[in-house]
């Protein structure tokens, strides 16, 4: 299924405890990919895995449930080029930068 990462990203930056996100399709073994959200949180919030847990029950709410992330990440800042645009592909690589990824490289 085809799953538009702006759609989930603009549902979670509305969460109080979110400052930035960013959400990428990561290797998952039985469907080839699965969506993951990488959360910069707003300063004094510390991510943990109720957290975490917080905020996919609150895209749970909002999303279809195979639009939902399956894990989140916490980030300290996001990457970001220097004209303010979210640089995925450093975070993408973090996931798929083994040699035997099935995603093509840009």
Not at 21 to 42: D, I, R, S, T
Not at 62 to 83: G, N, Q, V
């Amino acid at each position: 299924m085809n799953i538009y990462p702006q759609e989930v990203e603009n549902e979670l930056i509305l969460h109080p405890k979110v400052e930035d996100v960013a959400v990428v399709g990561v290797p998952h073994e039985e469907f080839g990919e699965a969506v993951k959200a990488v959360v910069q949180l707003v300063a004094g919030v510390e991510g943990d895995a109720a957290l975490a847990d917080e905020l996919m029950a609150y895209a749970r709410e909002r999303l279809a449930a195979y639009k939902c992330p399956r894990s989140i990440d916490f980030e300290r800042e996001l990457p970001r080029l220097p004209t303010g645009k979210l640089y995925k592909r450093l975070l993408k690589d973090r996931y798929w930068g083994r040699g035997d990824s099935k995603i093509v490289q840009e």
